[in-house]
């Protein structure tokens, strides 16, 4: 039932994506970093699902955010120079502390325990709509343009979500 509708939504969202693309393919050309970290993060939410969805989201969390900080900190510290340059302001610790405590931490754990509770594809179909409400906020928020193979492709992804989760 949930896998015709899903690509609806899947659909919306390659639609507002197609924009972006460029014709020429290389190994930095960002929509292949897009698609190998979707992929990532599919196996990971099946993997935690199988193996590690009665652990405690909270400890996962931790664990995977320490995990996390020790990688990007070794990547960082291996590539020195410009990595390492940025202003210590008031805007980019306040930037730097909602997206860590709000926007990582608690949506990652707020994530783990809808994967152990709901439907997979459930749980997963609704992030689709993440890419429609960061458009809307660049809209919004950065006065950036939104075109209507945008809008058609908003109209996709919201009916794919709701087709999946509606009461049969």
Do not use: D
């Amino acid at each position: 039932m949930g896998k015709k509708p899903a690509s609806l939504g899947f659909l919306g969202v390659v639609i507002l994506y197609a924009e972006k693309i460029a014709l020429t393919m290389n190994l930095l050309n960002p929509i292949l970093f897009l698609i190998f970290g979707a992929f990532l993060w599919a196996v990971t939410i099946v993997y935690y699902k199988k193996f590690v969805s009665h652990v405690n989201p909270l400890l996962v969390n931790a664990v995977q955010l320490s995990m996390g900080f020790a990688f990007i900190s070794a990547v960082t510290f291996a590539l020195r120079g410009n990595a390492l340059e940025f202003n210590f302001s008031t805007q980019y610790v306040s930037a730097l502390l909602y997206s860590s405590i709000i926007g990582l931490a608690m949506g990652s754990t707020i994530w783990l325990i809808l994967i152990r509770k709901e439907e997979t594809i459930s749980v997963t179909t609704s992030s689709l709509i993440v890419p429609v409400v960061a458009a809307m906020f660049g809209w919004i928020l950065l006065g950036e343009n939104i075109s209507i193979l945008s809008f058609l492709s908003f109209v996709l992804v919201l009916m794919g979500i709701y087709l999946v989760n509606r009461k049969t």
